[in-house]
């Protein structure tokens, strides 16, 4: 479904991607992970061309992204949800037309538009706030708003950059909730950049890790926390097993 | 940035760019009016408007009743349809502007004329518009180019006003091409100023030199045009100065000296004291101070430079003064002060004048007993015939020569004779009281004057021998001879008062009367208080100062014999100016001086100058305002779209260079196209410069706002790369997200009937709202 291939980024001197590859299948959920700076962000925003890569491939359904038209790439965001770091809102817009934005750029009626954005908002617990200027919300409200701005327009194609990463944990848990119910109900092939790697065992169908702007590792949840090929993947499933010794005895004791 | 455009917001773009051209132009344009018509009214007010006078005439400001009464007349009389206005006074000047029907040469010039009769008549200033000034044409240089400026197309005619030559033109538009052509003219010609070693330069030196100059090479026409008016002006001004020397040291107090062995100089000066043995004493303030002025072997003369000299008399001896010390003695003066002698000259006279009177009375009255000497001269005349013709009835009457033997003596007769010549007696001295009163007007009677003395006194003579012969008058032998004495006396008597001219003595007897009348007529108090007056007022020169002023004569007299003897050419050539140089000053001789200088100054009329400035300042005034407007739609409307772009283009739409690239290159052609169009519509300018100065100006600004768009018209990224996410083009990004969020211009007004989202941030709504939000989206 989603194919990329040898993807290159070069920021100055600053290589982002070394040769990116990764696919995923209709519906699948992958878990994109690594430390900082290894180039998740990058190839995820490639995947739309919010940045323009040097070289590769990115296919969606068979169809070179990098070659599209410019009209092209836009029905082609039009069909992608895109969840960012810090919700990324217009901030001189309600709630709900920040919602409904991609709906009406789109060109679907207006009343259609709103049903929709109503709908995505009750989807993520703040159609209360439709009303409300997105510049009074809190910051896990405002990226509720912005998934539901994702998902508005039913994608085929979600992908979220790190959602979680400037919220608080409890909120984080709320949103990451949030996420596996919709990566449920939506039924789309959604790429999730992320560094909860108890959220990519509950929710990812696969886990690939990124160092360095390549992936290093790959596979499902399990594997790749309890059996890493890789240092990175070692890292992390010390990480998970550390976690998880600590919750046993912190039962045992209770 | 292209994609921005590319995707319909160019649209958008060009009606802001039409609208704010539209409405630059048009604030511009009233601004820059607005000034102008300040401007222009402050000047109008002023002088009037543009064309609207011919001439102003300046009037003292205390004459001006007058001179407004007698300018209406003049001008109903001589130039009828002229318009009169009194303007503002300046420096004690009223100004008249007068407004003529017509204007030609003849008119303009009958005018001025007419005008230096107005009373208090202080000057004129020809302001006939539009013109075009030549100045500082020579009088002898005028003749041969005015022909030639008046020839240029669009003078119309010109008039000569003083060293001006003024070329009124067709209109004010043919104005500057006139001043052109004729500074084309002048650059033909250059005045050379060649002044030669000697002082005086004959009529052949000139004539020599010009040809001189004409074989050398790039002269095509040498004309002399030596001011002579001028030198002749200095010439009788030097005469004049001389007099003025003359009369200076006439009346100033002055020192004659007899030099004895001394060497003194002019300028020099000299000690002058009634004390012997002075020398080497300090200079007091008693001492005379001499300056010399003329030196000769044996004399000097000088001034006397201190002002008190009243006890100064006699002769003085005199020494040389060294320093502030009494040097040796040089000789012996006296002093002559002409100011004294006339003031006791005029005391004498006054004197004179008092005695004058009673004199004039006595011998008014003595001409007035004429007619009393004429009728003294007729009985005169009468009783010598009465005599004679008694003489013959006392028996003699037959002639002298008679016999004495044969004579009878009558004694009536006899005694009627006595009485006869004691008559004529009496007659005579009668008219020699007469002749001697005549006498004093005439020399003419003086020889009968002393006749008539010496027959008077005949005739007592006579007179005692007829009482001789009364007593004797029986027997006397000698009366024959007695007879014939008389008889021949009488005779003599007789012709001579016969010869005298009676009617001629009274003419001037009467003519001399008339004289002494009017002389008695004279008021002689009046005179001689005149003559007081004449005596106070007579010139009383320090002698200081008449020294000072003796020695500025002399200085001005050299400097102007030292400055004689220029030559002036008017030299035809298209030679540069320093070529022509080299060849005058070889024609003219290495020691020489020469000048070249043009023969004339264009410049434009001052209402001209004051037009051309006034449209300088309004297109100055155009052209900062839409500078200003430019700027501001720069800064509030397409640094929107710069930022806006540059956002785009930092999250995928397009290449980041190419979109560097791109942006610079739109604010440089907005701000371009904005500032040249406005300010060609406009007019404007800016320091003389024209539209390519605002083109350049236009793209300098629009660089500078592109360089600064972030910080002018900061745009949240974030937003933008989440609408870039959505699918949203540039253009509804720019639309829906950018503008919106931007500075209030002309763009933000324009983009928000276009909107699909108002501004819903600020509603503050909390409730669910939403379903009555979206019925004004448009679908």
């Known amino acids: 479904m989603l194919s990329i291939r040898d993807l290159r980024k070069t920021y100055g001197s600053r290589q982002a991607l070394t040769g990116f590859s990764l696919n995923v299948e209709q519906g699948e959920t992958v878990a994109v992970m690594g430390p900082s700076g290894c180039g998740k962000s990058t190839a995820l925003k490639s995947i739309i061309r919010l940045v323009q890569p040097d070289s590769g491939a990115i296919e969606w359904c068979g169809r070179s992204v990098l070659g599209m038209s410019c009209d092209e790439l836009r029905a082609f965001r039009r069909r992608t949800g895109f969840v960012f770091q810090r919700a990324n809102l217009v901030q001189r817009l309600s709630v709900l037309h920040n919602v409904m934005l991609p709906g009406v750029m789109s060109g679907e009626p207006a009343a259609r538009a709103e049903r929709a954005a109503y709908e995505a908002l009750e989807s993520v617990g703040m159609a209360e706030s439709a009303g409300a200027s997105v510049t009074g919300l809190s910051g896990g409200e405002m990226q509720r708003v912005a998934i539901a701005r994702a998902i508005a327009n039913r994608p085929d194609l979600v992908l979220w950059d790190e959602p979680t990463s400037a919220l608080d944990p409890i909120l984080v848990i709320d949103i990451l909730t949030l996420i596996e119910s919709l990566s449920r109900a939506l039924g789309a092939t959604m790429v999730v950049v992320t560094h909860e790697a108890g959220f990519a065992m509950r929710a990812a169908d696969r886990v690939v890790l990124v160092d360095q702007g390549r992936v290093v590792e790959e596979g499902t949840p399990y594997r790749v926390f309890s059996c890493p090929t890789s240092i990175l993947g070692g890292k992390y499933a010390a990480c998970v097993a550390y976690s998880a010794s600590a919750q046993k005895e912190k039962a045992s004791g209770l | ?779």
């Open chain 2, 1 to 779: 940035m292209y994609a921005l455009l590319r995707g319909g917001f160019i649209r958008d773009v060009v009606g802001v760019l039409i609208i704010t051209v539209v409405v630059g132009s048009i604030a511009a344009a009233t601004v820059s009016a607005a000034a102008d018509r300040f401007f222009e009214d402050t000047v109008s007010g002023i002088v009037g408007d543009y064309g609207e006078y011919d001439l102003i005439i300046h009037v003292r400001q205390e004459a001006w009743h007058q001179a407004a009464r007698a300018l209406g007349q003049m001008l109903r009389r001589d130039f009828p349809g002229a318009r009169l206005k009194q303007s503002v006074t300046v420096l004690s000047r009223a100004n008249f502007f007068v407004s003529l029907p017509h204007t030609d040469e003849a008119t303009v010039t009958r005018l001025t004329r007419a005008a230096t009769e107005v009373p208090g008549f202080a000057g004129y200033t020809i302001v006939l518009e539009p013109k075009v000034t030549v100045s500082g044409v020579g009088a002898r240089v005028a003749p041969i180019i005015r022909p030639q400026l008046a020839a240029i197309e669009g003078v119309r005619f010109t008039l000569k006003d003083g060293g001006n030559i003024h070329l009124v033109c067709d209109s004010g538009d043919s104005a500057r091409a006139v001043a052109q052509t004729a500074e084309g003219i002048l650059r033909r010609y250059h005045l050379v100023d060649v002044r030669p070693e000697s002082v005086e330069v004959s009529d052949g030196d000139r004539q020599s030199l010009i040809d001189k100059v004409m074989a050398g090479d790039g002269a095509s026409a040498v004309h002399d045009v030596t001011a002579d008016g001028a030198a002749q002006e200095a010439r009788e001004l030097g005469r004049a100065l001389k007099e003025m020397k003359r009369f200076i040291e006439a009346w100033a107090p002055q020192a004659v000296i007899t030099l004895k062995d001394a060497d003194v100089q002019p300028e020099e000066s000299l000690i002058m004291s009634a004390t012997p043995g002075r020398g080497g004493s300090a200079v007091g303030d008693g001492d005379i101070v001499v300056a010399l002025t003329e030196v000769s072997d044996s004399a000097a003369r000088g001034i006397v430079i201190n002002s008190d000299v009243d006890g100064a008399t006699g002769e003085l001896i005199a020494y040389a003064m060294d320093g502030e010390m009494v040097g040796p003695r040089v000789g012996t003066g006296r002093l002559v002060l002409p100011s004294r002698e006339l003031g006791n000259s005029l005391q004498e006279a006054s004197a004179v004048l008092g005695r004058l009177g009673q004199a004039t009375g006595a011998m008014l009255e003595a001409t007035r007993g004429w007619e009393q000497a004429l009728d003294a001269y007729e009985t005169a005349i009468d009783s010598m015939i009465r005599l004679q013709r008694a003489l013959e009835r006392v028996g003699i009457g037959d002639g002298v020569g008679t016999d004495p033997a044969r004579m009878r003596i009558d004694p009536a007769s006899v005694r009627s004779l006595a009485e006869l010549t004691s008559k004529a007696l009496e007659a005579i001295r009668t008219l020699e009281t007469a002749a001697e009163a005549a006498t004093m007007f005439t020399s003419h009677y003086d020889p009968l004057l002393s006749n008539l003395r010496l027959w008077q006194s005949r005739l007592e003579s006579f007179a005692g021998k007829l009482e001789t012969v009364q007593s004797a008058v029986s027997g006397a032998g000698d009366v024959a001879t007695l007879l014939d004495e008389m008889s021949g006396a009488a005779a003599g008597i007789l012709s001579t008062l016969q010869e005298l001219d009676a009617a001629a003595l009274g003419e001037q007897l009467e003519a001399a009367r008339s004289d002494l009348d009017s002389l008695a007529g004279l008021d002689v108090e009046g005179i001689s208080k005149q003559l007081e007056a004449v005596q106070s007022r007579t010139p009383d020169f320090s002698g200081e100062g008449a020294a000072r002023s003796i020695r500025m004569i002399d200085q001005f007299i050299e400097e102007q014999q030292e400055s004689s003897g220029k030559v002036e050419l008017l030299v035809e050539s298209d030679t540069p100016q320093e070529q022509l140089a080299k060849v005058i000053g070889k024609a003219a001789g290495t020691d020489a001086a020469v000048y070249i200088l043009p023969p004339g100054v264009v410049q434009p009329g001052v209402r001209s100058e004051v037009r051309t400035l006034l449209k300088s300042v309004k297109g100055t005034i155009s052209g900062l305002a839409a500078c200003a407007i430019v700027l501001l739609s720069l800064i509030l409307d397409h640094s929107t779209v710069i930022a806006g772009a540059s956002a785009m283009a930092l999250h995928g739409e397009g290449t980041s260079r190419r979109d560097a690239l791109a942006v610079y290159g739109y604010g440089s052609c907005v701000g371009a196209l904005l500032l040249g169009t406005i300010a060609a519509v406009t007019r404007a300018t800016l320091a003389s410069m024209g539209f390519p100065a605002f083109v350049v100006l236009g793209m300098a600004m629009g660089l500078v706002v592109a360089w600064a768009a972030p910080r002018l018209s900061p745009v949240n990224a974030d937003e933008v790369e989440a609408c870039i996410a959505l699918g949203m083009s540039p253009s509804e990004m720019m639309r829906e997200i950018v503008a919106p969020a931007g500075r209030p211009g002309m763009l933000s007004i324009l983009n928000r009937p276009r909107l699909v989202f108002g501004d819903t941030a600020s509603s503050g709504a909390t409730s669910k709202g939403g379903a009555s939000q979206c019925s004004q989206y448009a679908t």
